[in-house]
């Protein structure tokens, strides 16, 4: 039952992505933020169908933490679960991603028209410098960043090293720093077909004030922290 529950998923992912990825390229003319209020309605088209078809339903603690500010969110990578819920419990977000990603048909065009960070990662000081100019940029658009400290998605149960990026970022602009654990690798695996009934949990930390911090400081305290609540959560 789990696997034709995952099978009817992802055939219905199939067919609504290329259908959002047309009405994305129809948003070029709008501004950053009205264009990424309509895209993220494939995330929100998403959550209910993981709720509805796979028995996926998410909780959310510390949603107070949340700033009225642009804030740079550093959340724990363990699932492709997380890219979609963030949409949802967060305000207008951009991701730092490889722009590999921007290349995938459909999928692809979608997301290269909500204003991403696409960075080369070969690039080294490069794709940090690009990270902190155009962080910069969509943290005065009125977008929150978000960043996944440990860059690629980690086994459940499993850590990786944190990358100084967002705290850099956090650390030249002043804004705060928000991290994010969950256990959505129990429900819906690294790179898995299939996805488990139940709940996943995102809890939301206090936000870091960066100021007076350097920047080995600041994602020092967002990864103990994270860590933490996952194995807490876990």
């Known amino acids: 039952m789990i696997f034709i529950r995952s099978l009817i998923f992802f055939v219905l992912q199939l067919v609504i992505t290329p259908v959002y990825a047309l009405i994305a390229i129809l948003t070029f003319p709008f501004h ?50 997380e890219t979609i819920a963030l949409q949802k419990v967060f305000p207008p977000q951009v991701w730092v991603l490889k722009r590999e990603l921007l290349w995938l048909p459909f999928f692809g ?17 490069g794709a940090v410098k690009q990270l902190l100019r155009q962080g910069k940029e969509r943290l005065d658009m009125g977008f929150c960043v978000v960043i996944f400290p440990e860059g690629t998605r980690i086994p459940y149960g499993q850590r990786g090293k944190y990358k100084i990026g967002g705290a850099l970022l956090a650390a030249s602009t002043s804004a705060p720093v928000v991290p994010v654990a969950h256990n959505a690798g129990k429900l819906w695996g690294r790179n898995s077909f299939l ?40």
């Open 32 to 81: 950053p933020l009205t264009r990424y209020r309509i895209i993220s309605g494939w995330a929100l088209a998403m959550m209910w169908l993981l709720r509805v078809l796979c028995g996926i339903r998410m909780q959310v603690r510390g949603a107070e933490n949340i700033p009225k500010q642009p804030c740079i969110l550093l959340c724990k990578h363990q699932s492709a679960w």
């Open 109 to 125: 065009w979608g997301l290269a028209m909500t204003s991403p960070i696409a960075i080369k990662r070969s690039d080294g000081k």
């Open 195 to 234: 996805k488990h009934p139940g709940v996943i949990t995102m809890s939301i930390g206090a936000a870091i004030d960066p100021a007076g911090l350097k920047p080995e400081e600041i994602n020092q305290r967002a990864e103990e922290w994270i860590e933490a609540e996952v194995a807490r959560l876990n």
